[in-house]
């Protein structure tokens, strides 16, 4: 069985102390649920902050982006040794990295490697721009960005990845896939590729997100769905009421 997630991603939000403040709140709120895991991601300043006050809690601490270098001249950049006891999971390759910060599918990939081999979980994102999917080229685009990111990957650690769906057309837009729409690509598309590429078994493991414009109304319908292991919620997670309500509606429906 796949254990569901709820992986807040709070982008370039939250000062410190708005951060610690938030995670503090979710932290009381989703004390005792279980069933479900629990992520936040905050920016890198907000990490140790945010990392002390969830020890010992149900919540989790992942990172927004990582370096594949462990450390040299990359005026910026963070690495694996930084984050090391501070998170347990890093997201790589959202679009709005790819996008603005010319991440490429070799990059994520190169990225992806460095965080299994730290003993971090990576949450890989894909998906198609607005135009793409307009075309009809979602399938393809989609499947060859999780064959690049997992490429060079044995089927044992391809189980332990996290994928993240997100049509870049639904992120932040207040416009998400349909429920039947995100369930099609996470499972015929993703889960099959995996499937095709490193057989039944890890594709029957490998937990897959859908994110873009998730909230406590949908969530519901989402998580419903027999190929969705979850969300990555932008805006949603920066609220307490609505982050919590996520994860408890997510927690029912795993009875
Ligand atoms: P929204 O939930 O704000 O649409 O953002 C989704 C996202 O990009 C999460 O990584």
């Keep these: 069985m796949r254990k569901p997630m709820m992986a807040g991603n709070w982008k370039m939000n939250k000062t410190i102390n708005e951060a610690v403040e938030l995670a503090r709140a979710i932290r009381q709120e989703v004390d005792g649920v279980a069933r479900v895991d629990c992520v936040v991601c905050p920016p890198f300043v907000d990490i140790p902050m945010v990392s002390a006050e969830l020890k010992g809690s149900n919540v989790a601490v992942g990172a927004q982006n990582m370096h594949w270098e462990a450390s040299g001249a990359f005026t910026g950049e963070i690495s694996a040794p930084m984050l090391k006891n501070l998170v347990e999971y890093v997201i790589l390759g959202h679009s709005e990295r790819r996008q603005?910060?010319?991440?490429?599918?070799?990059?994520?990939?190169?990225?992806?490697?460095?965080?299994?081999?730290?003993?971090?979980?990576?949450?890989?994102?894909?998906?198609?721009?607005?135009?793409?999917?307009?075309?009809?080229?979602?399938?393809?685009?989609?499947?060859?960005?999780?064959?690049?990111?997992?490429?060079?990957?044995?089927?044992?650690?391809?189980?332990?990845?996290?994928?993240?769906?997100?049509?870049?057309?639904?992120?932040?837009?207040?416009?998400?896939?349909?429920?039947?729409?995100?369930?099609?690509?996470?499972?015929?598309?993703?889960?099959?590729?995996?499937?095709?590429?490193?057989?039944?078994?890890?594709?029957?493991a490998i937990r897959i997100l859908y994110g873009g414009s998730t909230n406590d109304k949908n969530i519901?319908?989402?998580?419903?769905?027999?190929?969705?292991?979850?969300a990555l919620i932008g805006g949603a997670a920066l609220k307490v009421e609505s982050y919590v309500a996520m994860v408890r509606t997510t927690s029912e429906l795993n009875q």
């Design 220 to 230: 519901r319908e989402i998580m419903e769905q027999p190929d969705i292991d979850g």
């Design 100 to 204: 603005y910060f010319a991440e490429t599918d070799e990059t994520v990939n190169k990225k992806a490697h460095a965080a299994v081999a730290a003993g971090f979980t990576p949450i890989i994102c894909v998906g198609e721009s607005l135009e793409q999917n307009e075309r009809g080229e979602t399938s393809a685009f989609v499947s060859g960005q999780v064959r690049a990111a997992l490429a060079g990957f044995t089927a044992e650690q391809v189980k332990a990845v996290i994928i993240a769906y997100e049509p870049i057309w639904a992120i932040g837009t207040g416009r998400a896939a349909t429920a039947e729409q995100a369930n099609d690509i996470c499972g015929d598309v993703v889960r099959k590729t995996v499937a095709d590429h490193f057989g039944q078994e890890a594709a029957d």
